[in-house]
Nanobody, 122 residues
Framework: QVQLVESGGGLVQAGDSLRLSCAASGRAVSTLTMGWFRQAPGKEREFVGARRWSNGITSYRDSVKGRFTVSMDNTKNTVFLQMNSLKPDDSAVYYC???????????????WGQGTQVTVSS
């Protein structure tokens, strides 16, 4: 069993940066694929980015490539989503999730955090 707790959301202006954290317990994140998803009101949950440290595979949705980065602190068993050059369209509840294989589909992830709100004003 893996428990995930996100933090770091908030209200920022367009062009600002924000770093989300996802603290994991129950299993080392270095053995998992850690993904980030987001869901805006009235929209489906969508893939943002994922990374698997054992083989270095990463993937990001096109709209965040070059702006968002998934990283990890092994000592804290924590995964981060660094978000730069934020846009109003990035506003959503952001979730971290974990799975044993590298996948980008939400239904492939077994463990989910509670979500953290990110709001980007124009």
């Amino acid at each position: 069993q893996v428990q995930l707790v996100e933090s770091g959301g908030g209200l920022v202006q367009a062009g600002d940066s924000l770093r989300l954290s996802c603290a994991a317990s129950g299993r080392a994140v270095s053995t998992l694929t850690m993904g980030w998803f987001r869901q805006a009101p009235g929209k489906e949950r969508e893939f943002v980015g994922a990374r698997r440290w054992s083989n270095g595979i990463t993937s990001y949705r096109d709209s965040v490539k070059g702006r968002f980065t998934v990283s990890m602190d092994n000592t804290k068993n924590t995964v981060f989503l660094q978000m730069n050059s934020l846009k109003p369209d990035d506003s959503a509840v952001y979730y971290c999730a974990a799975t044993s294989r590298f996948r980008t589909e939400a239904d492939a992830y077994d463990y989910w955090g509670q979500g953290t709100q990110v709001t980007v004003s124009s």
